[in-house]
């Protein structure tokens, strides 16, 4: 046996379809650039009045896209160690989201109660949970790179 | 898990950088696997033993904890 044939047989076909999903290095900087620019304009139409009613949740969609595209873009050297690492910050950020999910409508009832607020109702949004789980993973993946 | 990586590479007058390419991975996987603080995979290891000559548990061998 050969070492493609072995290294073959520790990859599953589910492995190998995953790997498509990745895109060449070259796109973090395309997704860093789609997602530091969704940001600026997001900030700046705060400050600006009429506004196109779509610009805003458009924005905040190119803001996601951004940050997928950084998060399944490739290292310059994609070695088993830096897949592992991936792996372990999507554990990281699935986990971490979760507990916010659970935890965001409490903090916001106390902190409504401490400030001595009417109760607002939770409007926590799927961008609002995806950007934070995305923040989450491409941070945390930054962390444990340095850290290797 | 131990190993003698930084030996096996010192006889080859390899450099982490030099080993790395030969094996295709990062400089900074050769420093962890050597730091022990990974563990490679079969195939990674079955490199480094086509590589060093050697089979792998004479450059890999288990600690007192595994």
């Known amino acids: 046996m050969n070492f493609k044939k072995v290294s073959e047989c520790e990859r599953t076909k589910l492995e190998s379809f995953l790997d498509k999903f990745q895109l060449p290095n070259v796109f973090k900087k395309v997704g860093l650039t789609v997602f530091v620019l969704s940001f600026l304009l997001l900030t700046v139409i705060k400050f600006i009045d009429g506004e196109p009613i779509w610009l805003?949740?458009?924005?905040?969609?190119?803001?996601?896209?951004?940050?997928?595209?950084?998060?399944?873009?490739?290292?310059?050297?994609?070695?088993?160690?830096?897949?592992?690492?991936?792996?372990?910050?999507?554990?990281?950020?699935?986990?971490?989201?979760?507990?916010?999910?659970?935890?965001?409508?409490?903090?916001?009832?106390?902190?409504?109660?401490?400030?001595?607020?009417?109760?607002?109702?939770?409007?926590?949004?799927?961008?609002?949970?995806?950007?934070?789980?995305?923040?989450?993973?491409?941070?945390?993946?930054?962390?444990?790179?340095?850290?290797? | 898990m131990e190993n003698t990586i930084k030996v096996e590479r010192a006889i080859l007058s390899l450099t982490q950088d030099d080993l790395a390419k030969k094996i295709g991975v990062s400089r900074q996987t050769i420093n962890s696997i050597e730091a022990n603080r990974y563990v490679p995979s079969t195939v990674l290891a079955l490199k480094l033993s086509k590589l060093f000559n050697k089979p792998v548990n004479e450059f890999f061998k288990l600690s007192e904890d595994d």
């Open chain 1, 56 to 148: 805003k949740p458009a924005l905040k969609q190119f803001m996601l896209v951004g940050l997928l595209v950084i998060s399944i873009s490739k290292e310059k050297i994609e070695d088993e160690l830096i897949q592992i690492l991936r792996s372990k910050s999507y554990s990281l950020a699935f986990i971490i989201g979760v507990i916010y999910i659970m935890l965001q409508p409490i903090f916001d009832k106390a902190t409504d109660f401490i400030l001595g607020l009417d109760p607002q109702p939770n409007d926590t949004g799927y961008v609002q949970v995806l950007l934070f789980m995305l923040l989450i993973q491409i941070g945390f993946f930054e962390v444990l790179k340095r850290n290797r």
